[in-house]
T-cell receptor, first 112, second 113 residues
Framework: GAGVSQSPSNKVTEKGKDVELRCDPI?????LYWYRQRLGQGLEFLIY????????KSGLPSDRFSAERTGESVSTLTIQRTQQEDSAVYLC??????????FGPGTRLTVL | QKEVEQNSGPLSVPEGAIASLNCTYS??????FFWYRQYSGKSPELIMF????GDKEDGRFTAQLNKASQYVSLLIRDSQPSDSATYLC?????????????FGQGTRLTINP
């Protein structure tokens, strides 16, 4: 079946602009996760959804970051007033609770 | 101290040999342990998960867990050049990965033909 999909695959933006990143989880997966991976680094947890509620948003780095999810479907991660340190690959994963997490291809964000 | 620590490598192993990858974690409440493989420029893919102390085998891969020592390892037997990748250790407090994963920095493995 189809895996986790993310769009866009690449996003180049100017410092100070807002960006929206989209994630479509595997059908039937109730849990959805956002992670960030800076160049040469491991993955940092950002936020987790169970259905459309977010029990754990402890990893969001600042109030410029927000995320929402519609039901058990698509999620959007929004970064306002982007900074150069926001440049990274943003990865989305989904799981059928309780089960292991499967990752999408990621969105590479470059802030100039 | 980082929550999950791995030797960043690179670890170089000859083709056909056993590659041994190690990971330690600091949170004694951790319940679930995962190994992901990540090829350059690609997203992580799940290799194995383990919940109980001891060994778990799947084909050429064996995961080992020692909760008392807070240590988890991955052995790759009969290493192939296609095993060359970065291996990420991940840990979760939830059972079956239903909560956030905390990742190590990853170990870069190179299999030499």
């Amino acid at each position: 079946g189809a895996g986790v999909s993310q769009s866009p695959s690449n996003k180049v933006t100017e410092k100070g602009k807002d960006v929206e990143l989209r994630c479509d989880p595997i059908s039937g997966h109730t849990a959805l996760y956002w992670y960030r991976q800076r160049l040469g680094q491991g993955l940092e947890f950002l936020i987790y959804f169970q259905g459309n509620s977010a029990p754990d948003k402890s990893g969001l780095p600042s109030d410029r970051f927000s995320a929402e999810r519609t039901g058990e479907s698509v999620s959007t991660l929004t970064i306002q007033r982007t900074q150069q340190e926001d440049s990274a690959v943003y990865l989305c994963a989904s799981s059928r609770y309780p089960d292991t997490q499967y990752f999408g291809p990621g969105t590479r964000l470059t802030v100039l | 101290q980082k929550e999950v620590e791995q030797n960043s490598g690179p670890l170089s192993v000859p083709e056909g040999a056993i590659a041994s990858l190690n990971c330690t974690y600091s949170d004694r409440g951790s319940q679930s342990f995962f190994w992901y493989r990540q090829y350059s420029g690609k997203s992580p893919e799940l290799i194995m998960f383990i919940y109980s102390n001891g060994d778990k085998e799947d084909g050429r891969f064996t995961a080992q867990l020692n909760k008392a020592s807070q240590y988890v390892s991955l052995l790759i037997r009969d290493s192939q050049p296609s095993d060359s990748a970065t291996y990420l250790c991940a840990v979760s407090r939830g059972m079956s990965g239903a909560q956030k994963l905390v990742f190590g920095q990853g170990t870069r493995l190179t299999i030499n033909p």
